[in-house]
């Protein structure tokens, strides 16, 4: 399962190891994402912060992955157990969201999915929301002790695949760079926007329209953003498509822009 519906998942909730994470965020303000869920989420939804919670403490580019013996910990500190149902959802077409779907499918956790249309689907339908915080009993998620399906720099720079930029075009061609320290994107990288793989209401694209979008990526893409993070957009609409074989750079622009006199192409490729 990788997208569960809004009326699927009013069936499951109250069930017993269905486990739901608001995974609001705003890179802008990073206490931005607990004050809208503090405002009002998903009944028995707890909050997993981006920055605290999906983000490590050192490693390449502005989102690392924390170590996967802590993110375990993390895991079992949220309530997480071995046969849960993991459900994540933000207020974004699900770009939060897939960073957890995709670090858990990495440690090898096959019972997830991401909200398809998240919070404003449910609200826009009527469904319950409340501003009562849960208190998750710590579960058994087991202690898994590396990534799946990363790659590093030096990796990305071998040039054997084909690399995906998911970035917003003017950012990809280097017009506007609100955040890193150098405009552009990779040489040879293609841009598929993240946002192509959303309907205007925020829900997927059917899975034969996500998979004519990607069907001229090559075996083992290597998907790339800012620093890792909507890069997993990407991934998660191949795999709706049928297509488990894409790679993360995890440190994306944001690692490769900070190396001295890093390759950097501008326009259309």
Request: glycine share 12%; hydrophobic share 40%; with cysteine.
């Amino acid at each position: 399962m990788a997208l569960i519906s809004t009326a699927e998942l009013a069936e499951r909730t109250g069930t017993r190891h269905l486990r739901l994470f608001d995974v609001r965020a705003d890179l802008a303000d990073p206490k931005e994402g607990r004050r809208r869920y503090e405002a009002g989420h998903l009944p028995n939804a707890v909050f997993v912060d981006l920055e605290a919670d999906l983000t490590g403490r050192e490693g390449p580019g502005r989102h690392p992955l924390p170590r996967p013996e802590e993110f375990s910990a993390i895991l079992r500190r949220l309530g997480v157990g071995a046969s849960d149902l993991v459900v994540a959802y933000d207020d974004v077409g699900g770009v939060w969201a897939s960073r957890l779907w995709w670090m858990l499918r990495s440690m090898g956790h096959t019972r997830l999915a991401v909200l398809d249309g998240g919070l404003p689907k449910w609200v826009a339908e009527g469904r319950p929301v409340t501003r009562a915080v849960p208190r998750p009993v710590p579960g058994d998620f087991p202690t898994v002790r590396e990534w799946r399906g990363v790659v590093d720099r030096s990796q990305v720079a071998a040039g054997s695949t084909t690399l995906v930029d998911v970035r917003i075009g003017e950012r990809y061609r280097g017009e506007h760079e609100p955040i890193d320290q150098l405009a552009g994107h990779i040489p040879s990288a293609i841009n598929l926007p993240y946002e192509g793989n959303l309907r205007p209401d925020g829900t997927f694209l059917d899975v034969g329209d996500l998979a004519a979008r990607y069907a001229g990526v090559g075996e083992q893409p290597i998907f790339y953003c800012g620093s890792g993070v909507s890069a997993c957009h990407g991934i998660l609409a191949m795999h709706v498509a049928g297509r488990d074989d894409a790679l993360l750079y995890e440190g994306s622009w944001s690692d490769w822009s900070r190396q001295q006199h890093a390759p950097v192409a501008t326009g259309d490729e």
